[in-house]
């Protein structure tokens, strides 16, 4: 079946530093890749996706390219600030059912000023 | 994109009670729902597919009995949590499905 596995955290960055958050999938099928956030109080959020093989989902300066010799999708981004700390999700519709999302275990950012 | 609501934001039951969780598309007609749980610091656990008309589409090892899905309309979708006990507690969380998923804020379930 279709699977996510992100990096564990939490991850605790000081502001304007590199984040990577790495992400993996399994699935069968041609699936469609997304990252989601999850601010505190609140519901998720898409931050960005992307729905084919070498396709880079970008916004608020994240980005994350599909790649499907790695089966990756990490997330990056050159310089946090202290509002990006939040939970990160990867998650994965599967080729075999569009709409379903598996969603990986979660990474806690908080970045300090 | 889509606005969704639920409805309550947190709720605190007696074990043995049932409580009734509603999710609403505010501008868009949405024929799927999904039901999302989600345990302290982990990740979001499928629960059911809603479908409106028709009956749910639960996922393996989740108790159709226990959470009732009803979709009535094209707006609101409703998980009712039957007898609930202390190990329900969650934050339960629905989606709509227009291409890629919306999520609502989710609603906090403490049972005692």
């Known amino acids: 079946g279709d699977s996510v596995t992100q990096m564990e955290g939490p991850v605790t960055l000081s502001e304007e530093a590199f984040l990577t958050i790495n992400c993996t999938y399994t699935?069968?099928?041609?699936?469609?890749l997304f990252w989601y956030v999850q601010y505190p109080g609140e519901g998720l959020q898409l931050l960005l996706k992307?729905?084919?093989?070498?396709d880079k989902g970008s916004n608020k300066g994240f980005e994350a390219t599909y790649r499907k010799e790695t089966t990756s999708f990490h997330l990056e981004k050159g310089s946090v600030q202290v509002s990006d700390s939040a939970v990160y999700f990867c998650a994965n519709a599967g080729g075999t059912s569009y709409g379903k999302l598996t969603f990986g275990q979660g990474t806690i950012l908080t970045v300090h000023p | 994109g889509a606005v969704v609501s639920q409805h309550p934001s947190w709720v605190i039951c007696k074990s043995g009670t049932s409580v009734k969780i509603e999710c609403r598309s505010l501008d868009f007609q949405a024929t799927t729902m999904f039901w999302y749980r989600q345990f302290p610091k982990q990740s979001l656990m499928l629960m059911a597919t809603s479908n409106e008309g028709s009956k749910a589409t639960y996922e393996q090892g989740v108790e159709k009995d226990k959470f009732l899905i009803n979709h009535a309309s094209l707006t609101l979708s409703t998980l009712t949590v039957t007898s609930a006990h202390p190990e329900d507690s969650s934050f339960y969380i629905c989606?709509?499905?227009?291409?890629?998923?919306?999520f609502g804020p989710g609603t906090r379930l403490t049972v005692t």
């Open positions: 992307a729905t084919k093989a070498d």
């Open positions: 699935a069968t099928g041609y699936p469609s």
């Open positions: 989606s709509v499905s227009r291409g890629e998923q919306y």
